[in-house]
């Protein structure tokens, strides 16, 4: 959370520092800020709860001397609320030193006592200013060595943060670091970058460098230093950005999540491409690898939010094909209790972001324990890919809308290339020719429920716009559909809605049903197992019993549904694994279209970020 921009170079930094924060804002956007060194040398800066559009009219009401140097941040907010006033960047040292902050500063109460003990006094609640104070106080006793002044600083913060600094004494430098918190640096001609992730500079540039936990970075005009905390120099790794400034922009689309909805075909055929030889499923990346999956006796996927519900699906791919046990865990509860696990378990991460502070811990843990590590992420040069031992990408190209779509839609691929590839390497998938071509088929058929289903959800949507509570049944693999199609509701919506396995509800939840209570019910094909879509009907007639209003998704010629649904969704026809990826579209739909027809913004919802780097 938070998304943080630096520049050094030859242009004006304040529109280059705006047009990145535009890009990063869906990490966080309940205030922003820049600051820049001017060509006098002074340093300016302006602030502003609110979203980004609230610091344009401000520069724009009253400009700040443009400079060549800046740094800029969209905030959420963790110590203090979204006010202007802990807004960064935070000034520091008589207002000549500016620093903007990613994360938590864990041990900044203690650090607040003593600069407090030393006369400093502070504006803001925020840890970060603490950071900032220190990084004065420092700089002035060492007599204005900002990169040694940088360096002691980092090395007296406890947690995880990614740090940006610059003093008007330095025009021409920026000062990073980095600990669990990202940061990546955009090398140009005579320019550089500093950025929470690509989007920030890629219009200028695709050329970057990944920074490794605990190191330092100075960026100059002509010159990048990467260090460790002790200040000893360390190679970074240099990668090239695979989709360009287009990626990211709307693209005449009413919103992100629109685009990204629509993108789904392709999201899933670019993840699929180059992983399929033949009538079998081979992934490059993991080629040498094998090891991670034959010695293993057990497999834990961890991941938080929709990654998680991917995960689930996951799960009953990877058990059928690679006939291994497979366990899914919530990434912010595995690593506080003490979880079996050891060299026979391989512990999958899935994230979109790679960054996802639940989840890089869980991932950390799992390392230290002795277990195999692989992760499926969206991001390049992202962290949880570098602390694992294998990743496979997802290729969905760049998300932007806080709801998770077209990356879910890539990471339950990647889990169904995963178990087929796993399946073979273990031997226990001779013939795999149907399910490669299941896969193959996935992104034609996606596009025709997009085709098919839009308007109609749309509109069932649209009137149900005054819906207070929304109930999703499905069984299966429809389970972990039925809870995403919850959170995209609540998500976006805010309004009230719950996921829950069919066969639970008569255990309690079916209390809920009162007459007119909307149920969308995800009925799995009857040609897959006649038991368990027979079960699903019983289950749709007990809430019809009860005056529910039935919503089904079911495939296409499935006419066992049609006396008690109210409304009836119609998806391709695919094999069990597969469902899932055509399900999931229209709930995403549905809840697009209900949030747009409430008046919400669907791209950027209330208190939450896209990127969750706090734990
Ligand atoms: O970047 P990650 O995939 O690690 O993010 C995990 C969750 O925070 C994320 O999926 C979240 O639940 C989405 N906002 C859901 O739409």
New binding site residues.
Partial sequence: MCGIVGYVGPRPSQDILLAGLARLEYRGYDSAGVAVIDEDGSLGMRKKAGKLSALRDSLADAALPDGSTGIGHTRWATHGGPTDVNAHPHLADEDRLALIHNGIIENFATLRDELAADGVSFRSETDTEVAAALLGREYRGNGGDLQLAFRNVVNRLEGAFTLLAMHQDHPGLVVGARRNSPLVIGLGEGENFLGSDVAAFVEHTRKALAIGQDQIVSITPDAVTVTDFAGTPVEAEPFDVSWDAAAAEKGGWSSFMAKEVAEQPEAVANTIRGRIQGDRVVIPELDGLDDLFTGINRVIIT??????YAALVGKYAIEQWARVPVDVELAHEFRYRDPVIGDDTLVVS???????MD?LMAVKYARERGARTLSIC?TQGAT?PRESDAVVYTHAGPEVA????K??SA?ITALLLLGLHMGRVRGSITDASVDVAELAALPEKIAKVLETENDHVSQLAGWMADTRSVLFLGRHVGYPIALEGA??LK?ISYIHAEGFAAGELKHGPIALIEPGQPVFVLVPSPRHSALVHSKVVSNIQEIRARGARVIVVAEEGDAAVLPFADEVIRIPLAGPMFEPLLAVVPLQVFAMALATAKGLDVDQPRN?A???TVE
Avoid: H, R, Y
């Fill in positions: 991941a938080c939010g929709t990654a998680s899935i994230s979109q972001s790679g960054e996802t989840t969206n949880i806080v709801a998770s779509t990356a879910f990471q959170l995209k998500e939450l896209k990127s969750v």
